[in-house]
């Protein structure tokens, strides 16, 4: 590969990074959140009021989810369905909560390298702030 086209594919790599920087960082967070069940009311816990939305918007994509109405199912589905689910294996709860935590982590370590380099400063703030205003109006625009 030439140095020219190395150069132009990690600056590419580094625009994309930093605009989806801020959603990478907030889907990781709450995909920790909802695998560790914090924002769903449980025996003796009850979910912070401010964690449901962020909730809402990375499960359904909008802030208060309004369920759709059910289908009138055979009685035989309805025993199906409400038949007890198996609980998630431990271990792989607490991989996919150890992995949103280090993809947080490994997010803001790019950031922070980003926005070290003096020379590209003022673009890196550009795109980090672009990729928090960007979902953000699309998040409230019907």
């Known amino acids: 590969m030439k140095a020219q086209y190395q150069r132009r594919l990690r600056q590419y790599h580094n625009w994309v990074g930093l605009f989806f920087a801020p959603a990478i960082t907030f889907f990781a967070l709450t995909g920790t959140a ?3 069940g914090l924002h769903e009311d449980g ?22 989810h309004t369920a759709k109405p059910e289908l009138a199912a ?21 991989f996919i909560a150890l992995l949103g935590i280090l993809l947080t982590a490994s997010t803001a ?31 409230f625009t019907y």
């Open 34 to 36: 909802q695998i560790l």
């Open 43 to 64: 025996p003796g816990y009850i979910a912070p009021a401010w964690i449901k939305p962020l909730a809402n918007i990375h499960k359904h994509g909008e802030l208060a």
């Open 74 to 94: 055979p009685a035989v589905e309805e025993h199906r369905l409400s038949a007890p689910q198996p609980e998630r294996p431990g271990y792989a709860r607490i």
């Open 109 to 139: 370590l790019g950031i922070g390298i980003a926005i070290l380099n003096k020379a590209a400063r003022k673009s890196t703030i550009l795109l980090l702030v672009g990729g928090v205003l960007v979902p953000i109006i699309l998040l």
